[in-house]
């Protein structure tokens, strides 16, 4: 019976934690893939499905992450046809990867409403839309609400009953939980938009991995490691779909990859210190303390310093604070820009506007 891998957000060349402690997370990243090579081959898959964000770098992503990349996708395109749906952090340069012609590899930077016809699947795929970058149109999130129900109404006439119907996207899915990486304006659809006839859908953007609805069968196949602590209780892997018959069962891959954990502390007696210090000299992974008290440069200095896997070391009015700060900064700057120039450039406000937004969305991203 024919077998899907489904993987998404690699992000390769990401560094986590650059405010307090750097850390290049490219080499978890190649085992964990690696694995899926290897779990690819073992389960003789008919199809590769990677749904976006492959890169984390959409501007200078770094030679070595290009390197893993292309490694990994060779991999990838000699066990089965490969398929890369690009996504919101992927380089443009990969556009041109197409021109390379790599047997079964195939580049979607664009909708594919004509299915791509591979063995018993018939594939319809859609990358990340980029509502900010859609200056010409007054209002941005309609109009792309508006080509998503024209995208699956095509995709409702060209489904072909006698294969398996396949849409994979880089696409937020209505009441799906964004991680705090994941936070710009989006749009969204709603799962009773994908045709009866549609056998899986395969979806990236979300790291969390999941099944959003049975009937169509949705999926967000989750990124391949743990990327900051607020996915640090979130499955990780891929997903393998096995299709028998008229049935399909889909199965969690869990890749390997560094624990995540916060340790939450009352307070920084000698007491609670000495436990800690502790716990923290057998801990494998990366380690995030928050202290319910009063900040001490003291006490963060003594853990950074002291333990390899400390990452961050914050306190209770900080981390109440930092979750939203960013947001609210962003926001207030945006709305402050709005009514600057208010009734200023009659014609021109949105264009304006968008462009802001834009420029606020990379400068987050550096």
Not at 126 to 142: G, S, W
Not at 211 to 224: E, R
Request: proline fraction near 3%; hydrophobic fraction near 40%; charge should be negative.
């Amino acid at each position: 019976m024919p077998k899907i891998l489904h993987t998404s957000d690699w992000h390769l060349g990401i560094e986590s934690w650059i405010g307090s402690k750097s850390t290049d997370r490219l080499e978890e990243l190649k085992v964990a893939l690696n694995f899926l090579v290897e779990k690819a081959k073992e389960e003789k898959v008919d199809l590769i499905l990677i749904t976006g964000d492959v890169l984390h770098n959409r501007v200078s992503p770094r030679l070595e992450a290009l390197n893993l990349l292309a490694d990994i996708l060779a991999k990838f395109a000699s066990l089965a046809p490969t398929i890369v749906v690009l996504g919101n952090h992927d380089w443009q340069g990969l556009k041109a990867w197409k021109n390379l012609k790599v047997k079964n590899l195939f580049i979607v930077d664009e909708p594919v409403v004509e299915p791509l016809q591979i063995g018993n699947f018939n594939i319809f795929a859609i990358p990340y839309i980029d509502v900010q970058r859609l200056l010409e149109f007054h209002d941005n999130l309609a109009r792309a609400k508006d080509f998503l129900n024209w995208f699956f109404e095509e995709v409702r006439q060209k489904i072909n009953p006698y294969k398996l119907n396949i849409v994979a996207g880089h696409l937020m899915v209505e009441g799906s939980i964004e991680s705090e990486r994941e936070n710009h304006i989006e749009v969204e659809i709603k799962t009773t938009v994908v045709p009866t006839g549609i056998d899986y859908v395969a979806l990236g953007h979300i790291h969390h991995q999941g099944q959003l609805s049975v009937n169509p069968t949705v999926c967000y196949c989750g990124s391949p490691i743990i990327f900051d602590f607020g996915e640090e209780k979130e499955s990780k892997g891929a997903l393998i779909v096995d299709f028998e018959g008229s049935q399909k069962r889909i199965l969690e891959i869990k890749t390997p990859c560094k624990k995540l954990k916060t340790f939450y502390l009352s307070d920084y007696s000698a007491k609670t210190i000495d436990k800690l210090s502790d716990e923290l000299k057998s801990f494998e992974g990366y380690a995030r303390l928050v202290f319910d008290a009063p900040e001490s440069n003291e006490v963060r200095r003594y853990f950074m310093d002291n333990f390899e896997c400390v990452r961050k070391v914050v306190f209770k009015n900080e981390y109440d604070s930092t979750s939203i700060l960013t947001q609210i900064k962003k926001l207030d700057l945006l709305d402050m820009y709005k009514q600057f120039i208010k009734g200023r450039f009659e014609g021109f406000e949105d264009k304006m506007i968008q462009t802001v937004e834009e420029i606020l969305k990379e400068v987050e991203e550096l």
